[in-house]
């Protein structure tokens, strides 16, 4: 059921803008005639993923997994952060040491190269939820991460995210 429809998205690489978006996807899957509720499934709670949030004990698997995976790996950068010698437990249980020793190495990097290293160690956790499914359900809700992925990655600005910086120092000051 999945074949046809996997086979015919184009592939997404990881530093490059996305060829389709989000909404484009969720068309050809509506298209492509998947059960209302599996579509419905595929669709849920991307959005909220990618930025910290849960996948209830419903979503699919890759959703619950990638959700843990986003969870630690925030805990884990908070922990780089803060300046803390030890991991929270629950960063000790998800991340694997090759996993914080780049999340080290990519906090003494430029945000920008900080946030493509930080980006890198997400598609590579999709591509190994992912793992060994190619034309089936899990599959379809990897490449839906993915394009999630890239979709907000195309969309950070570094010359806007400094005008809104400077626009809050600016703020601050004339509080102060």
Same mark, same amino acid.
Do not use: W
């Given at each position: 059921?999945?074949?046809?429809?996997?086979?015919?998205?184009?592939?997404?690489?990881?530093?490059?803008?996305?060829?389709? *978006?989000?909404?484009?996807?969720?068309? #050809?899957?509506? %298209?492509?005639?998947?059960?209302? !509720?599996? @579509?419905? &499934?595929?669709? +849920?709670?991307?959005?909220?993923?990618?930025?910290?949030?849960?996948?209830?004990?419903?979503?699919?698997?890759?959703?619950?997994?990638?959700?843990?995976?986003?969870?630690?790996?925030?805990?884990?950068?908070?922990?780089?952060? *803060?300046?803390?010698?030890?991991?929270? #437990?629950?960063? %000790?249980?998800?991340?694997?040491? !090759?996993? @914080?020793? &780049?999340?080290? +190495?990519?906090?003494?990097?430029?945000?920008?190269?900080?946030?493509?290293?930080?980006?890198?160690?997400?598609?590579?956790?999709?591509?190994?939820?992912?793992?060994?499914?190619?034309?089936?359900?899990?599959?379809?809700?990897?490449?839906?991460?993915?394009?999630?992925?890239?979709?907000?990655?195309?969309?950070?600005?570094?010359?806007?995210?400094?005008?809104?910086?400077?626009?809050?120092?600016?703020?601050?000051?004339?509080?102060?």
């Amino acid at each position: 059921m999945y074949t046809f429809l996997l086979a015919s998205l184009p592939s997404l690489e990881e530093g490059k803008n996305p060829p389709l *978006s989000v909404g484009e996807l969720d068309a #050809a899957v509506a %298209a492509a005639m998947i059960p209302e !509720d599996e @579509a419905e &499934r595929a669709a +849920q709670a991307g959005n909220e993923i990618l930025c910290g949030g849960e996948a209830g004990a419903d979503a699919p698997r890759v959703y619950r997994e990638y959700a843990a995976f986003e969870r630690n790996l925030r805990a884990h950068i908070a922990r780089i952060r *803060s300046g803390k010698k030890s991991a929270p #437990a629950p960063c %000790a249980e998800t991340l694997d040491a !090759d996993t @914080a020793s &780049r999340l080290t +190495q990519a906090a003494s990097m430029p945000p920008p190269e900080r946030e493509r290293a930080v980006d890198f160690l997400r598609f590579r956790r999709i591509d190994e939820i992912a793992g060994a499914h190619v034309f089936d359900f899990d599959a379809l809700c990897a490449y839906r991460l993915r394009l999630l992925l890239l979709a907000a990655r195309s969309r950070r600005d570094l010359a806007r995210g400094r005008d809104v910086f400077t626009e809050l120092l600016n703020e601050k000051a004339a509080m102060a």
